[in-house]
């Protein structure tokens, strides 16, 4: 009897540890929103979201919640700002804009303030038929 119920133990124990990792690395993902473009398909947006989320991968602790297309006429407006970030003889020919909403850290830590919620804007930029740049971010 106690070896039966040693194995009810151990099993339960290791179902309620697999749940609980389960639970801890789900990530939900981050709402997009496409806007409207005439300049970008969904395609194009979705290669730049990718260059987001590759760098926002590395903000250990950050839940991000929502990516926005900005608008045509901002990115048009924008590509000028751009190309003043481009490295020398780089002169980009196209610039998205996104802006994101996500959450800090629950404990904070490094210039965290703890589980405040982050506005950011993103800004990417490409030379034609290049991949999207990163070229910076933060606060609008």
Known sequence: MKKKSLILIIVLCVI????????LTRREKAEIDYGTSELYSHAEMDSAIKEIQKTFSTFGGCKL????YTSDE???SQLEYCNTLAPEGTAYDACIVFDSRFRSPIAGGGTWNPNEIYTWTWYLA???NGDWELLTYGYA
């Open 16 to 23: 309620l540890a697999l749940s609980l990792l389960f639970a």
């Open 65 to 68: 919640y929502s990516l926005r």
């Open 74 to 76: 901002l990115c048009q």
């Open 126 to 128: 490409r030379t034609k």
